[in-house]
Every structure is written in structure tokens, then in C-alpha cells.
């Protein structure tokens, strides 16, 4: 019987398919400019590998999208993505304004504008010819990338097979501890341009030592490549004229997006999920409040719940293997669901 909304939420399974030796020397995957309304964004393409033993034919091929969070870029989830090639195709997103995408029409780093970026993105990846086309995605996201992942679920179930939510930024009304209270100041008309001539004035080795500090439940399980990588992308967005004035008001508005009540509110859009979900959560996650976990998972009809003990804020970067095999139950049950006659969601009106 299915569990509603509300009641405990149901641990996760975990894949017992073999996967690829994690691979933590190589390059970030490569990538393209992919033309969105309002301008274009960067995406890096992860091929779909197979299974570990060769035995291709009849093997589950399917897409992915991955969404990082606030400060990330698609680098994130280089690991992870590595790891589900066995089952996806995958495409990694650098939102307006990070990574390598450029930033939106008018400076506007608004949460429905990211949303707006994830849809357009959706669109086109499930357009794609080859294996796939034309069939819904598994959608992946992280901290702010995975409100912005909920959200789309939420307003286009059409175009999600599944949905995993990495430690999303669900709407609080009290500032976590790693955050200075300061940051509450974003809302304020004109702040936010002193907190970007701030940030600008921070050398890229002390913001990944701070990134390292925050967002790790273990900093020493970083393999020293990964922190290479993280510092040269540092100095390249250091470069970029709006580096700093993206993060400081898609800060602002995430703030900004939970003070929304009524059908906009991201709680209440959690509750009307019909897609598949997986939470995902560190239980040392400094940036939001691991008790989150099981009132999100309680909240999403039939979600499932994987609680990674020791790991911080980027599951998918401190504890890949684990978050893959949850991953890859999930897309398995459900597709086990599908040739049972399970529908796609038609598309919501949710805004």
C-alpha cells in the first residue's frame, strides 16, 4: 500500500549492481553552451558506459540531469555522474551566473528564474535523438539545486522519472550556525552590492578552505585532485566580472523564496510531488539542518530516505558510491513500476 504524505518516511535501498572503480584523478567531463530563454548556459555531458561486465545488450539506458547548489557549478557531481554512467546518460547544469554559464537577462538570479533554466534544459535533453528520447529524466539536485530540482518536479512532473534531492535548501526561518547572521542583510535594498565588493575582496585558496569547512562532514576524505580542481575553477570564476554578484543575490533570492506562502511555497509544493524521490542527507551537514531530513522525506509521498552518517552538505562528493547506489534502487524499482503499467505524471500549472 502506498505510504502518504505524512507518515514515516521508508529508508532507502541500495543497488546491488556492479559499479565502475571510483576514478577520482580524472578531468571534470566536458561540456557545451546550450542556448536557454534568456540567454545560454554550460553543460557537461557524462556517456552513458554500461555495465561494468560489457554485456550491453538490453541493459537500462536512460538520461539524467544534475542541478548544483549555491557557490557550485556541475564539477560537483564529476564523481557521482561517473558512477551512474553505468545506467545514464548524463548532463550536469552550470546554473545562470556559475560555473561557465553566463549570467541571466538583467542580473535576475530569482529561484524561478533557475527553475525556468532547469525546464528549458529538461526540454532539450529528453528531446535529444538515440536511447531515451522522448522519455522522462532523472533529475538530481543539491542545496539550492535541489529546491530548484523540487520545484520543477513539482511544476513539470512530465519531464521527471525520478527526483533526488541532495540535501535541499528547504525553506527555514532560522539562520544555520556556519552562517554568519550578517547574511540575513541580503534582503535589504542595496546590501547586496556590499556583500559582492566583499566577497570579491576573498582570495579563491580561503574560499575553497571555507567551502571545505562548511560543506564537509570530513574534510580529510577530499582525495587532494578533487581540491586541485576545486581551487583552479576558484581562480577561473575569480575572473568573471559577475562571479560574486551571482552568488550574493542567488543568496538573496533563496532567501527571498521562502518567505512565499500558499501554493509557491516549497513545503506545500513537497506534499504534491508525484514523482519518485530519494532524500539524501549528512548527518553532520552543516548548512541545513540534517532534522530536515525525515520531515522533507514525510512530507513527499512515497520517499525514500538515506541518512549518510559522517558526511556534510555534498553527499555526491563525500560519499558517491552510497549515493549512487540509492540512485540507481530507485530508477530500478521504478522502472520495474513502469512495465507494470505505472503512468507519467501529465505537466502541473504549480508555480
Known amino acids: 500500500m502506498p505510504r502518504t504524505a505524512g507518515s514515516d518516511p521508508t529508508s532507502a535501498r541500495l543497488s546491488d549492481v556492479a559499479l565502475p572503480p571510483l576514478d577520482t584523478d580524472s578531468a571534470a567531463w566536458p561540456g557545451s553552451a546550450v542556448t536557454v530563454r534568456g540567454g545560454e548556459v554550460y553543460v557537461r555531458r ?31 557531481w564529476t564523481d557521482l555522474a561517473g558512477l551512474l554512467a553505468v545506467r545514464f546518460d548524463g548532463w550536469a547544469v552550470d546554473l545562470p551566473g556559475f560555473g561557465r554559464s553566463q549570467p541571466p537577462p538583467r542580473s535576475s538570479y530569482s529561484i524561478r528564474g533557475h527553475v525556468q533554466a532547469v525546464v528549458d534544459v529538461l526540454e532539450q535533453v529528453a528531446a535529444e535523438p538515440g536511447a531515451g528520447a522522448g522519455q522522462p529524466v532523472h533529475l538530481l539536485g543539491n542545496s539550492l539545486g535541489g529546491l530548484v530540482s523540487l520545484m520543477v518536479a513539482a511544476r513539470r512532473p512530465d519531464l521527471v522519472a525520478t527526483l533526488t534531492l541532495v540535501s535541499p535548501a528547504m525553506p527555514v526561518y532560522r539562520v544555520p550556525k556556519a552562517f554568519s547572521p550578517a547574511l540575513l542583510l541580503l534582503l535589504v535594498p542595496g546590501v547586496p552590492s556590499f556583500a559582492e565588493r566583499r566577497l570579491a575582496g576573498v582570495a579563491p585558496e580561503q574560499q575553497v578552505r571555507g567551502m571545505v569547512s562548511m560543506c564537509f562532514g570530513d574534510p580529510s576524505r577530499i582525495p587532494p585532485q578533487r581540491l586541485e580542481q576545486a581551487l583552479a575553477e576558484m581562480r577561473e570564476r575569480a575572473e568573471q566580472a559577475w562571479a560574486h554578484r551571482a552568488l550574493a543575490r542567488s543568496m538573496r533570492g533563496l532567501m527571498t523564496s521562502y518567505l512565499r506562502v500558499g501554493a509557491a511555497n516549497a513545503w506545500r509544493m513537497a506534499r504534491s510531488l508525484r514523482v519518485p524521490t530519494l532524500v539524501v542527507w549528512g548527518d553532520r551537514d552543516r548548512l541545513v539542518d540534517p532534522a530536515l531530513a525525515p520531515r522533507l522525506a514525510g512530507a513527499v509521498p512515497d520517499a525514500r530516505l538515506q541518512v549518510l552518517p559522517g558526511v556534510g552538505h555534498v553527499a555526491m562528493l563525500e560519499a558517491p558510491e552510497e549515493t549512487a547506489r540509492a540512485v540507481l534502487a530507485l530508477a530500478e524499482d521504478t522502472a520495474s513500476a513502469a512495465g507494470t503499467g505505472v503512468g507519467v505524471p501529465e505537466a502541473s500549472d504549480t508555480r
Open 46 to 76: 557524462t556517456p552513458w558506459r554500461g555495465p561494468v561486465d560489457g554485456a550491453d545488450a538490453g541493459a537500462p539506458r536512460e538520461r539524467a540531469l544534475y542541478v548544483h547548489g549555491l557557490g557550485g557549478a556541475s564539477t560537483n
